[in-house]
């Protein structure tokens, strides 16, 4: 895994672009508006459900990681996060996710 960016680098400060294998490339956004409209506006479980699965997927070829996606995706459609994102949405009116459990 390398990272392009310096510390200090303009570019750097704005966006860390990551090789991971397989020459995937993972692009993190380090503006704190980006992060703070991100996690104001996503379920906190989706949120580390990602996190996770970005690990995970740094030691893994495609179609594992493709799988594995497809089934996070599958069990995601299953909780409570997705009815309060869709009722909120049609309501008009943000979303009030349930927190992580503890």
């Known amino acids: 895994m390398t990272n392009t960016g310096s510390p200090g680098d303009t570019e750097a400060d704005d966006e860390i672009v990551v090789t991971a294998g397989d020459g995937v490339r993972v ?3 380090n503006r704190p508006a980006v992060r703070n409209a991100m996690t104001a506006t996503m379920a906190r479980t989706y949120a580390a459900a990602m996190k996770a699965q970005v690990y995970a997927d740094l030691g893994r070829g495609f179609d594992e990681s493709l799988t594995d996606t497809l089934a996070r995706m599958d069990a995601s459609f299953d909780g409570p996060d997705l009815a309060e994102a869709l009722a909120a949405r049609a309501s008009k009116r943000p979303a009030v996710f ?3 459990p503890t």
């Open 98 to 100: 349930r927190p992580l």
């Open 27 to 29: 692009v993190t956004l």
